[in-house]
């Protein structure tokens, strides 16, 4: 699943190909994709220019002249900008006709991926968005805030780093890795961390997720419309998939356990169980 670095690669490149298109019209091919009346979706899009890009966690954000086109990738959503010309494979699923010819096709062979149409408003206050917390780039928020709001829920590490109402945009790799750099075990208590804890962990999120988006923007220049949109950095993570490799600060091979279903790395000597 495209984390927060991958999303924000997904923006930018799109901004960069796409600048202030206009659409003309768009056809569904899989329903289920939108996430909201499909006669709605399509009259809204029609005539309106993309006026700015944004993200939220891992939802992307069109902003139209009058709406804000809001989607979300889930497991496996790409987008592909291609000419009309182009063969459409059974995985493309929503075609948006552009103004200049060209199309913005998406992408998803799990059909997971949702998205919807909304009028625009200042405050970003959309139902799609409920669910989701402060963007974890976003500076604003001080790891002081974040302590008293979560540290006296009865949830593991690892499971607060996943809620997208703490910090959204992390997802399972990233996890892995924050925890490392915390040396903190995933497992550990949310009620057991301290304040240093809290403000590590934004330090950290940041710090990798930051490190991400630049290894990231790096691909945005080789990005061909032949290509999905997407792009992990896995040459950087350090726990994460490396189960029985040893730690690169202790040699200690890292270990794989299951937390909230989900497989998780860990350094059983530098990341102790508070
Ligand atoms: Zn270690």
């Known amino acids: 699943m495209p984390e927060l670095p991958e999303v924000e690669t997904v923006v930018q490149t799109l901004k960069a190909q796409l600048g202030h298109a206009t659409f003309t019209h768009v056809d569904v091919l899989w329903d289920n994709i939108i996430a909201q009346d499909l006669e709605e979706f399509k009259t809204r899009i029609q005539n309106q220019t993309i006026q700015n890009y944004g993200r939220k966690g891992k939802y992307l954000l069109f902003e139209l002249d009058d709406y804000m086109l809001i989607a979300h990738l889930r497991m496996e959503g790409k987008f592909y900008i291609q000419m009309p010309e182009e063969p459409i494979n059974k995985h493309i699923h929503v075609i948006f006709h552009l103004k200049d010819g060209r199309e913005l096709r998406y992408h998803d062979t799990r059909k997971f991926g949702r998205m919807s149409i909304r009028p625009k408003r200042q405050d970003l206050n959309y139902e799609e968005l409920a669910n989701t917390g402060p963007d974890a780039l976003d500076e604003n928020v001080t790891s002081l805030e974040l302590y008293h709001k979560w540290h006296q829920k009865r949830i593991r590490l690892k499971h607060m780093l996943l809620d997208q109402r703490f910090l959204a945009g992390i997802g399972n790799i990233y996890a892995d890795e924050i925890c490392f750099s915390c040396q903190l075990h995933p497992a550990t208590l949310v009620t057991h961390l301290s304040k240093k804890d809290f403000e590590n ?46 730690c690169i600060c202790c040699q200690t091979p890292i270990k794989k356990i299951q937390l909230e279903g989900r497989g998780t790395y860990f350094c059983p000597m530098c990341q102790k169980r508070k």
């Open 201 to 246: 962990i934004c330090f950290h999120t940041r710090r990798i997720l930051k490190g991400a988006v630049q290894a990231g923007g790096t691909t945005i220049r080789s990005y061909t419309s032949s290509l999905g949109v997407h792009g992990r950095f896995q040459l950087e993570l350090k726990v994460h998939q490396r189960v029985h490799q040893p």
